[in-house]
Protein backbone atom coordinates (compact mmCIF):
# COMPACT_ATOMS: atom_id res chain seq x y z
CA UNK A 1 0.00 0.00 0.00
CA UNK A 2 0.63 3.71 0.43
CA UNK A 3 3.89 4.45 1.80
CA UNK A 4 3.93 6.99 4.60
CA UNK A 5 7.73 7.83 5.64
CA UNK A 6 8.87 9.38 9.22
CA UNK A 7 12.60 10.66 9.81
CA UNK A 8 13.44 10.10 12.72
CA UNK A 9 12.42 6.80 14.10
CA UNK A 10 13.94 7.49 17.39
CA UNK A 11 14.69 11.10 19.01
CA UNK A 12 16.17 11.77 22.44
CA UNK A 13 16.31 15.10 23.73
CA UNK A 14 16.42 17.38 26.82
CA UNK A 15 13.67 19.00 28.48
CA UNK A 16 13.11 22.29 26.90
CA UNK A 17 14.82 21.82 23.68
CA UNK A 18 13.49 22.25 20.44
CA UNK A 19 12.67 19.10 17.91
CA UNK A 20 11.25 18.70 14.80
CA UNK A 21 10.01 15.58 13.41
CA UNK A 22 9.81 14.90 9.70
CA UNK A 23 7.10 13.17 7.26
CA UNK A 24 6.91 12.37 4.07
CA UNK A 25 3.74 12.02 2.84
CA UNK A 26 2.65 10.09 0.09
CA UNK A 27 3.50 11.89 -2.88
CA UNK A 28 -0.34 12.89 -4.22
CA UNK A 29 -1.43 13.20 -1.30
CA UNK A 30 -3.37 16.58 -0.05
CA UNK A 31 -4.23 16.24 3.49
CA UNK A 32 -1.60 15.73 6.59
CA UNK A 33 -2.19 14.68 10.28
CA UNK A 34 -0.20 14.37 13.47
CA UNK A 35 -1.34 11.73 15.95
CA UNK A 36 -0.03 11.18 19.57
CA UNK A 37 0.54 7.52 21.14
CA UNK A 38 1.87 7.32 24.40
CA UNK A 39 3.06 4.01 25.72
CA UNK A 40 0.20 1.46 25.74
CA UNK A 41 -3.19 4.23 25.39
CA UNK A 42 -5.03 4.59 22.44
CA UNK A 43 -4.05 6.62 19.44
CA UNK A 44 -4.69 10.54 20.04
CA UNK A 45 -5.53 13.73 17.15
CA UNK A 46 -3.14 16.19 17.08
CA UNK A 47 -3.94 18.10 14.04
CA UNK A 48 -4.68 18.44 10.22
CA UNK A 49 -3.25 20.33 7.32
CA UNK A 50 -4.58 20.98 3.99
CA UNK A 51 -3.57 23.85 1.70
CA UNK A 52 -1.33 25.23 3.92
CA UNK A 53 -3.71 25.36 6.63
CA UNK A 54 -4.25 24.00 9.62
CA UNK A 55 -7.87 23.00 9.36
CA UNK A 56 -8.31 21.80 13.17
CA UNK A 57 -6.16 21.10 16.03
CA UNK A 58 -7.12 19.10 19.62
CA UNK A 59 -6.28 20.67 23.39
CA UNK A 60 -3.35 18.24 22.59
CA UNK A 61 -1.79 20.81 20.59
CA UNK A 62 -0.16 23.31 22.60
CA UNK A 63 0.75 26.40 22.05
CA UNK A 64 4.78 25.09 21.81
CA UNK A 65 3.34 22.82 18.64
CA UNK A 66 3.58 24.02 15.14
CA UNK A 67 3.28 22.83 12.02
CA UNK A 68 4.36 22.99 8.19
CA UNK A 69 4.83 21.72 4.62
CA UNK A 70 7.01 24.35 3.11
CA UNK A 71 7.54 23.90 -0.90
CA UNK A 72 5.89 20.88 -0.96
CA UNK A 73 8.58 19.31 1.17
CA UNK A 74 8.74 17.21 4.49
CA UNK A 75 5.26 17.77 6.60
CA UNK A 76 6.63 18.80 9.91
CA UNK A 77 6.04 18.85 13.83
CA UNK A 78 8.03 21.36 15.90
CA UNK A 79 7.99 21.21 19.49
CA UNK A 80 9.26 24.22 21.23
CA UNK A 81 10.11 23.90 23.94
CA UNK A 82 9.68 20.24 24.81
CA UNK A 83 8.05 19.26 28.28
CA UNK A 84 8.22 15.90 29.95
CA UNK A 85 5.05 14.69 28.87
CA UNK A 86 5.71 15.23 25.19
CA UNK A 87 7.32 11.84 25.46
CA UNK A 88 5.06 9.52 23.13
CA UNK A 89 5.25 7.78 19.59
CA UNK A 90 4.08 10.80 16.79
CA UNK A 91 2.25 9.15 13.89
CA UNK A 92 2.32 11.16 10.78
CA UNK A 93 -0.72 10.14 8.18
CA UNK A 94 -1.77 11.63 5.13
CA UNK A 95 -4.97 10.91 2.62
CA UNK A 96 -5.85 12.05 -0.76
CA UNK A 97 -9.08 12.19 0.37
CA UNK A 98 -10.28 9.87 3.13
CA UNK A 99 -8.36 7.22 3.72
CA UNK A 100 -5.60 7.73 5.88
CA UNK A 101 -2.17 6.21 5.73
CA UNK A 102 -0.12 6.38 8.70
CA UNK A 103 3.92 6.05 8.90
CA UNK A 104 5.98 3.83 11.21
CA UNK A 105 5.97 7.18 13.74
CA UNK A 106 8.74 8.76 15.79
CA UNK A 107 9.75 7.80 19.56
CA UNK A 108 10.41 10.84 21.06
CA UNK A 109 11.67 10.58 24.68
CA UNK A 110 12.16 13.54 26.03
CA UNK A 111 14.46 13.56 29.67
CA UNK B 1 -16.64 9.33 27.65
CA UNK B 2 -15.30 7.99 24.86
CA UNK B 3 -16.70 7.96 21.21
CA UNK B 4 -14.99 4.84 20.33
CA UNK B 5 -15.82 1.90 22.74
CA UNK B 6 -14.02 -1.42 21.25
CA UNK B 7 -13.90 -4.90 22.58
CA UNK B 8 -12.86 -7.11 23.68
CA UNK B 9 -9.47 -5.31 25.19
CA UNK B 10 -7.72 -8.35 24.86
CA UNK B 11 -8.39 -11.88 22.79
CA UNK B 12 -6.51 -14.92 22.89
CA UNK B 13 -6.92 -17.63 20.02
CA UNK B 14 -4.90 -20.50 18.78
CA UNK B 15 -4.32 -20.94 15.37
CA UNK B 16 -6.93 -21.75 13.18
CA UNK B 17 -9.71 -20.64 15.27
CA UNK B 18 -11.42 -17.23 14.50
CA UNK B 19 -13.22 -14.35 16.69
CA UNK B 20 -14.41 -11.20 16.14
CA UNK B 21 -14.05 -7.79 17.42
CA UNK B 22 -16.54 -4.52 17.71
CA UNK B 23 -16.30 -1.32 17.84
CA UNK B 24 -19.73 0.78 19.37
CA UNK B 25 -19.63 4.64 18.33
CA UNK B 26 -21.37 6.67 20.82
CA UNK B 27 -22.03 9.56 17.99
CA UNK B 28 -22.98 9.14 14.49
CA UNK B 29 -19.81 7.97 12.73
CA UNK B 30 -19.48 8.58 8.53
CA UNK B 31 -16.61 6.01 8.10
CA UNK B 32 -14.17 3.56 10.15
CA UNK B 33 -11.13 2.05 9.60
CA UNK B 34 -9.67 -0.73 10.92
CA UNK B 35 -6.07 -1.37 11.61
CA UNK B 36 -3.53 -3.79 13.02
CA UNK B 37 -0.39 -2.33 14.76
CA UNK B 38 2.43 -4.90 14.44
CA UNK B 39 5.19 -5.47 17.17
CA UNK B 40 7.20 -2.70 15.93
CA UNK B 41 4.24 -0.29 16.28
CA UNK B 42 3.35 0.27 12.03
CA UNK B 43 -0.05 0.63 11.21
CA UNK B 44 -1.03 -1.24 8.97
CA UNK B 45 -4.58 -0.58 7.26
CA UNK B 46 -7.11 -3.90 6.97
CA UNK B 47 -10.02 -1.39 5.97
CA UNK B 48 -11.37 1.65 5.11
CA UNK B 49 -15.83 1.41 5.48
CA UNK B 50 -18.09 4.22 5.12
CA UNK B 51 -20.74 1.46 4.98
CA UNK B 52 -21.72 -2.48 4.05
CA UNK B 53 -19.74 -5.22 4.85
CA UNK B 54 -16.08 -5.69 3.18
CA UNK B 55 -13.20 -9.07 2.95
CA UNK B 56 -10.04 -9.51 2.06
CA UNK B 57 -8.51 -13.14 2.63
CA UNK B 58 -9.06 -14.13 5.58
CA UNK B 59 -10.60 -10.78 7.28
CA UNK B 60 -14.25 -9.23 7.38
CA UNK B 61 -15.61 -6.26 8.15
CA UNK B 62 -18.83 -4.38 8.65
CA UNK B 63 -19.74 -0.83 9.24
CA UNK B 64 -23.16 0.06 10.13
CA UNK B 65 -23.66 4.05 11.09
CA UNK B 66 -27.62 3.72 11.47
CA UNK B 67 -26.56 1.40 14.49
CA UNK B 68 -23.30 3.07 15.42
CA UNK B 69 -21.03 -0.36 15.13
CA UNK B 70 -18.36 -1.72 13.37
CA UNK B 71 -17.12 -5.29 13.49
CA UNK B 72 -14.15 -7.14 12.18
CA UNK B 73 -13.69 -11.12 12.39
CA UNK B 74 -10.85 -12.70 11.41
CA UNK B 75 -10.75 -16.88 10.51
CA UNK B 76 -8.64 -19.54 10.52
CA UNK B 77 -6.03 -17.42 12.36
CA UNK B 78 -2.12 -17.76 12.17
CA UNK B 79 0.67 -16.67 14.64
CA UNK B 80 1.33 -13.76 12.13
CA UNK B 81 -2.07 -12.16 13.41
CA UNK B 82 -1.10 -11.44 17.01
CA UNK B 83 -0.66 -7.76 17.53
CA UNK B 84 -3.37 -5.12 18.15
CA UNK B 85 -5.93 -4.08 16.41
CA UNK B 86 -7.73 -0.57 16.20
CA UNK B 87 -10.70 0.90 15.00
CA UNK B 88 -10.70 4.62 14.23
CA UNK B 89 -13.91 6.46 12.69
CA UNK B 90 -14.73 9.92 11.20
CA UNK B 91 -17.14 12.19 12.76
CA UNK B 92 -19.99 12.46 10.90
CA UNK B 93 -19.48 16.27 11.32
CA UNK B 94 -16.28 16.77 9.83
CA UNK B 95 -14.61 17.62 6.82
CA UNK B 96 -13.28 15.89 3.91
CA UNK B 97 -10.47 15.64 5.68
CA UNK B 98 -11.70 15.05 9.23
CA UNK B 99 -9.82 13.66 12.00
CA UNK B 100 -9.87 9.86 13.24
CA UNK B 101 -11.11 8.27 16.64
CA UNK B 102 -9.56 5.69 17.71
CA UNK B 103 -10.73 3.04 19.76
CA UNK B 104 -8.73 1.65 22.57
CA UNK B 105 -7.34 -1.32 20.81
CA UNK B 106 -7.87 -5.31 20.88
CA UNK B 107 -4.43 -7.27 22.18
CA UNK B 108 -4.46 -10.42 19.98
CA UNK B 109 -2.73 -13.05 20.31
CA UNK B 110 -2.58 -15.93 18.44
CA UNK B 111 -0.79 -19.69 19.66
CA UNK B 112 -0.07 -22.67 17.90
Known amino acids: GPKVLQIPSHQIIDMGQMVTLNCDPV?????FYWYKQILGQQMEFLVN????????KSKLFKDQFSVERPDGSYFTLKIQPTALEDSAVYFC?????????FGPGTRLTVL | GDQVEQSPSALSLHEGTGSALRCNFTTTMRAVQWFQQNSRGSLINLFY???GTKENGRLKSTFNSKESYSTLHIRDAQLEDSGTYFC??????????????FGKGTKLSVKS
Open chain 1, 27 to 31: SNHLY
Open chain 1, 49 to 56: FYNGKVME
Open chain 1, 93 to 101: ASSFYAEQF
Open chain 2, 88 to 101: AAEANSGGSNAKLT
Open chain 2, 49 to 51: LAS
